[in-house]
């Protein structure tokens, strides 16, 4: 065709492209999710003790928040939030057992489901923890485990059902337990089933049986791989994992799906590590690699995986219109059910050993203060993102409405009722970010500006921080401003009772 014949049909098809995404396509999205990694856990934001020169290099080329937030203090709230765009308050979203169906119902707006919608082939691999399997209907884990991820949005999973702290210790490849052996059938749940199946040792019988390292506290049920867990599995002897070799799975299983994807198309993975969440099983090449006992190992091995999938990318070609984000579920937590050796006890104290995953923030896993939420956010797309440092206020609960006005999507009344469109900030172009935000613990807080407001039962013990004169939210200045405290109550009790949600509200 003639130049001067082609140039209508050519504009016509660059006119065809959604306008936020014309400038570089559609970049490829890789969401590397840490669990329990706190925001002092890197090297760039204070950490010493627990190198980590891959994320560093990443920072480095990302824009990095500095107040960049998951939305809950604890693991299945933030995961759900994430991939809904609705607080997991809204549906009284806790830290789910073994055996938990599926939270997110399957004709619910999701992260990924956006993606789909935009041409993506999408991807999960790591942990899930948000429940598998309808509800009141018992898992059948030797058939089809379903629904999860794949009717959520997701192409292929490739899964750690729970945590790897709790039961089953097997991985889920789409709907089916990997490597299982239906001679020795795998069952979950306190009552042992009437067939023959491997027997775990209890560890609340058989403490011994905990050879890798003891409990300290609720994870003593089945012991596996010399581990107490939370909960009781029955069989599945040949599908167990290796705790060890866990974070090289889900590398190798990445890396396989980035280089087997089809390339015609764009590509989003979400890779949801286990790493640093306890039972801490670095592999051996790692240990001794941290100042700080296996959990730091466990942050060195973590930041290896890290490397390795940005090196995937650029042997793949993709890296420079690829948006790489890494992120946290949660702040960091020390013993959280294991004697591994992070806290180091005295005679008179526990204490850890010289490094504050939280950096210079108040609290951590399961606390309402900001080292509760406040994570590591980086975002790296070279083809379109300077890198730098952002004080911008953002959440990941917002992933899904800015993801969706990259790609001119309109979200549906009734859908992510509280995500909103943040992607200027991402992109570097607004370093405002939200003009307020929810975090959830026990209780609830507003951030908005400097203030942060922490709700409690009665309002005289309600608290009030103002972040930039107190980033460790040590003084209590609700008495010194009332007026402040007040209206910040009244407005997060309008946000929880919201049937709209904070987009009805904005």
């Known amino acids: 065709m003639p130049m001067k014949a ?37 090297g760039v934001q204070g950490s010493v003790k627990n190198p980590t020169p891959h994320l560093d290099k990443l920072a480095g080329q990302s824009l990095r928040f500095t107040d960049g937030h998951c939305t809950a203090a604890t693991c299945t709230p933030s995961r759900f939030s994430m991939l809904t765009g609705i607080h997991g308050f809204r549906h009284n979203i806790r830290i789910l057992a073994p055996n938990a169906p599926l939270t997110i119902p399957i004709d619910a707006l999701t992260l990924p489901d956006v993606f789909k919608k935009a041409g993506y082939q999408t991807a999960i691999v790591g942990k899930w923890h948000l429940g ?10 030797n058939g089809e485990v379903k629904p999860g991820p794949l009717e959520l949005g997701f192409d292929h999973s490739f899964l750690l059902p729970s945590t790897n702290d709790r039961v089953p210790c097997v991985y889920l490849l789409n709907h089916r337990v990997l490597n299982l052996d239906p001679a020795d059938p795998l069952f979950v749940g306190a009552k042992k089933p009437d067939v023959d199946c491997t027997v775990y040792p209890d560890g609340r019988k058989n403490p011994e049986a905990m050879t890798y390292y003891r409990n300290t506290h609720g994870h003593n049920h089945s012991v596996i791989n010399g581990i107490g867990r939370i909960g009781t599995q029955w069989g599945g002897k040949s599908a167990l994992w290796d705790d060890e070799t866990m974070t090289d799975t889900f590398v190798e299983k990445s890396k396989e799906w980035i280089e087997n994807r089809d390339k015609e198309k764009p590509f989003f993975l979400f890779y949801s590590a286990q790493d640093i969440h306890v039972p801490r099983a670095p592999h051996p090449r790692f240990h001794g690699k941290s100042q700080t006992g296996f959990r730091g190992d466990a942050m060195v091995h973590f930041d290896w995986a890290v490397g390795e999938l940005m090196e995937v990318l650029e042997e793949q070609g993709v890296a420079d219109n690829t948006i790489v984000i890494f992120s946290s579920d949660n702040g960091p937590v020390y013993d959280d059910g294991y004697d591994d050796g992070t806290v180091v006890k005295t005679s008179t104290q526990e204490v850890d050993q010289g490094h504050d995953g939280s950096g210079p923030y108040r609290g951590g896993k399961y606390q309402i203060y900001e080292g509760g939420t406040r994570v590591p956010f980086l975002v790296r797309w070279p083809a379109r993102i300077e890198p730098g440092v952002s004080e911008a206020l953002v959440s990941q609960i917002d992933f899904l409405a800015s993801f969706a006005s990259l790609f001119e999507q309109e979200i549906p009344e009734g859908e992510a009722i509280d995500s909103r469109n943040t992607l200027p900030a991402f992109l570097g172009d607004d370093d405002k970010g939200l003009p307020y935000m929810v975090e959830e613990a026990k209780t609830l807080a507003l951030r908005e500006g400097p203030w942060k407001f922490i709700l409690a039962g009665k309002p005289e013990k309600d608290e009030l921080y103002h972040l930039t004169e107190d980033i460790g939210e040590t003084t209590n200045v609700a008495a010194k401003h009332p007026d402040r405290a007040t209206a910040m109550r009244k407005k997060l009790i309008a946000i929880r009772e919201a049937k709209g949600g904070i987009r009805s509200l904005d």
């Open 6 to 42: 082609a140039l209508p049909h050519l504009l016509a098809a660059l006119l065809a492209l959604p306008a936020a995404v014309t400038a570089a396509d559609k970049p490829n999205v890789v969401l590397i999710y840490g669990d329990d990694v706190g925001w002092g856990d890197i």
């Open 132 to 141: 598998l399997g309808k509800k009141g209907e018992p898992v059948d884990w």
